[in-house]
């Protein structure tokens, strides 16, 4: 997730050439801001205000068709300067804090927490802070990780350049090795999700934020606790009480990245990746809603990049191969990291022995060995 030095016009590859264009710099400025989440509204009114200015000049008969256009535009006007006072200066009632969710067992949890895009002004409670400071060490302990490279996590309390998030001003900053290690990057993705988890269970609300966060503004809260010759930040977590305040646009956003991918699609045998399997069906039902907290993992761009080959020996599942289908250095990895943390707590939940182990150079053999997808990371069901 590092942010692309910009290079001079002659160096830049030609697929980000656009980045140049000054219209490209405008939308930059108005997204970081956080006035692009308007832009949709505001062209709305002005358009409905150009129907009614042309009805009327070319004499439109009946006239409501010239009033139904500046009604539609005093409603969306209406509503555009209710989210800028609202959410962009914060003129609202105070909310309350969330309840906790300490009803819902892990599976329902997983599938209760979605992507928060707008939060209270209020700071975390100093008991829920330090209850979430604690998780987050525990889960970035050396013993905790599949790898051997150490990560961490680092808190900042002020508000970060970030897209599309509104109100954001406490982060998580998940920080590997500066020099790449993938499996350092996955256990970012795995480690970071269950502090997300346990944070939903708490009644707090979180985002994971890659792209979309600006690295200068990062490194810059960061002070003194980054060091670029040994530190790389590879994505931060929004934290914080959701607010039911949000703009038109961030609604509609939020609610068409809530689109996955059937399970039919993200799971199959050890064949061919193009072998699909019946999840709800023996011998796989065993492992009953793991592959659904699986399926609404979150990932960079709502991108579903993880896949799952399942290795059958005598009728039954013996390896869970996790892998992703693009060549992403840190999205990918970060995605099969989240992948991994969800199906590890499903299965401790179903009480299905296993343990996750980082795969071999080549942890498949016999045929079409070699046409299979390299995996990461393994799920090993337990010998009974």
Known sequence: MTKIARATPQAKPPEIWFEELPIWKVKEWLQFTGWLLYIANTVAVLLMLGLAGIGALIGVAPMFLVWLPLG???????????????????????EPIPATKTGLDVFDLMRARVSC??????????????????????????????????IRFEYIAAPLTVWPVVGGHEFLVAIAPAKYNRMSVIDIGRSLQKVIIHATRMGLSTCWIGPGADQNSVIHHLGDRYDSAKDHVICVCAVGYASKFRPVALRYMQKSMRRRLPLEKLYSSDKTSSSLIDTSKAPFDTFGRCYE?????????NRQ??????????????????????????????????????????????????HLAVASPNPRSGEQAEDLPQCDVSWIVART
């Open 293 to 301: 907290v699986c399926q609404w993992s979150p990932s960079s761009y």
């Open 72 to 94: 539609l535009a005093g409603i969306l006007a209406a509503k555009l300067c209710f989210d800028i006072a609202t959410v962009r200066f914060d003129i609202r009632p105070r």
């Open 305 to 354: 990049s993880t896949r799952c080959n399942v290795v059958m020996e005598g009728g039954k599942p013996v390896r869970f191969d996790f892998y992703p289908i693009t060549p992403s250095k840190y999205y990918a990895a970060v995605a099969v990291g989240i992948w991994c943390a969800n199906w590890e707590m499903g299965c401790e939940a179903l009480d299905q022995k296993g």
């Open 117 to 150: 895009r707008s939060f209270q002004s209020r700071n975390l409670t100093l008991e829920h802070l330090n209850e979430l400071l604690e998780t987050a060490r525990k889960e970035s302990a050396p013993e905790n990780q599949l790898g051997t490279h150490p």
